[in-house]
């Protein structure tokens, strides 16, 4: 009997080493949507500039939390998310906003402390105290308010275009003005304007960030580089609670539309590709007949 166990035994053990080179280790996965600028209703940013692509209505916004709250998310913060047990990864999602608007305070802030949520604002130091953008005191109040306070780096440029080491000084800069200014610690980088590269990856690091949040949209899955899924004017509920549920074609989609919309910046350059996409969205207009 002893005998046949151990027979049994020594032969299945090349199948299940087979098998755990062929399993990944569980891991956990959330999803991280990334927000910008809100807005009152009425007030149409898209006349205005290109770069409100990102600015999405209150009300949209509303639905898409009230969507959260009806349907039991919980809303994790990123280290809650890095740190979590295999075992519960279930219903969450990370909260993000990018570049420091003062809506993040007026507008989102009293909806997610209303639902019981809480969010990650990612700060651009350059950004502070510029008209339509928090000043000092509100980032304070941002923090106060139980939200994550990270960085947004200290210029919203292109850090792919600096040596590796003007990159690490300025991410330590931003990390290092963030911390003075809150007492609080600063681990996490979203990269303005999602201009990345393995250069500036690593600069982030040395730079004593813990994990990078990216503009790639995809599902998180832990580690270093973060994915994060950008939430539009454009998107619709459907698709964000797509997103949300984690569906793969949704997602992929997203994914194949970022990946074509960086390789038409990368040939005509960032000015060309911004223009580009405004004439497209005020022919969009016209024929809608919201514009003449
Ligand atoms: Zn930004």
């Known amino acids: ?18 098998l755990d080179k062929k399993i ?8 991280i949507l990334n927000y910008h600028r809100l807005h009152q209703a009425g007030v149409d940013v898209h006349a205005c500039s290109s770069g409100d692509f990102y600015a999405l209505g ?14 039991s998310f919980k809303t994790l913060l990123l280290g809650e998310f890095l740190t979590l047990p295999a075992s519960e990864n279930s219903r969450n999602v990370v909260i993000t906003f990018d570049d420091g608007y003062e809506s993040d305070l007026t507008i989102a802030v009293p909806l997610l402390r209303q639902l019981g949520f ?3 604002f990612f700060i651009c130091v350059e950004h502070i105290d510029r008209p339509g953008y928090l000043s000092r005191d509100q980032v304070k109040q941002l923090l106060a308010s139980g939200m994550s306070v990270q960085s947004h780096g200290f210029f919203h440029h292109d850090l792919t275009r600096l040596s590796y080491r003007k990159a690490v000084e300025e ?7 963030l911390e003075r200014m809150l007492n609080t610690k600063i681990s996490y980088l979203a990269i303005p304007g999602g201009f990345t590269n393995e250069r500036v990856l690593s600069a982030a690091l040395a ?25 539009r004017r454009s998107t619709t509920q459907p698709e964000f609670e797509a997103y949300v549920r984690r569906k793969r074609i949704p997602i992929l ?22 223009a580009i996409k405004l004439r497209l969205w005020q022919r969009k207009r016209k024929s809608l007949g919201l514009e003449k």
Request: aromatic share 6%; charged share 20%; with cysteine.
């Open 58 to 71: 209150v009300e949209n916004f509303r639905q898409q939390m009230v969507f959260l709250r009806r349907n």
């Open 207 to 231: 730079a004593g960030y813990e994990a990078i949040c990216t503009s790639l949209p995809g599902l998180a899955r832990g580690g270093r580089k973060l994915n994060r899924v950008a939430i």
């Open 1 to 18: 009997m002893v005998l046949r166990l151990s027979t049994h035994l020594s032969s299945s053990l090349p199948v299940a080493s087979r």
């Open 171 to 177: 991410l330590a800069r931003a990390r290092l003005v």
């Open 24 to 31: 990944p280790p569980p891991q956990n996965t959330t999803v």
């Open 253 to 274: 989609a997203n994914s194949l539309r970022y990946r074509g919309a960086s390789r038409l910046k990368q040939i005509v350059g960032v000015n060309h590709y911004e």
């Open 118 to 120: 809480r969010a990650v």
